[in-house]
């Protein structure tokens, strides 16, 4: 029983976790032109002309149009979601891990 209310009190904490997690992360939009590193034809082309990189310490996302964006930890805690306008986002990420991020139909893994 009382590992039980442990297990449940670990749960509790992961989802709230998740929830700051979310309220603290904010996309920012930037108008330069950044580009994947070693993007010379390296990396395959991603449908719809999506491009998901990491770059000092942010998770880049460039988009032809507006999509859903939605970004997770290796183990499948939503990290930040948002509606992203056309062109070039950042996402401050404070943690070096593996996210996963997927916009719209599309899903990538991302090392920082």
């Known amino acids: ?20 997690a979310v309220a603290q992360l904010q996309w920012r939009s930037t108008s ?11 990396q395959p082309a991603m449908p719809d002309g999506i491009e998901i990189f ?4 942010n998770i880049v996302v460039k988009l032809p149009h507006k999509a ?7 183990l499948g805690q939503l990290v930040s979601q948002a509606e992203l306008n056309a062109g ?7 943690s070096r891990g593996i996210y996963i991020v997927k916009v719209g139909n599309v899903t990538q893994k991302v090392a920082m």
């Not at 990491?54 to 310490?57: L, R």
């Not at 859903?68 to 290796?74: A, C, G, L, P, R």
């Open 1 to 20: 029983m009382n590992r039980f209310f442990t297990l449940v009190l670990i749960a509790f904490a992961s989802i709230s976790f998740a929830d700051n």
């Open 68 to 74: 859903q964006v939605k970004v997770f930890t290796i």
């Open 32 to 42: 330069s032109e950044m580009q994947a590193p070693g993007s010379q034809n390296s």
């Open 88 to 94: 070039t986002s950042m996402l401050k990420v404070n």
């Open 54 to 57: 990491s770059k000092d310490g």
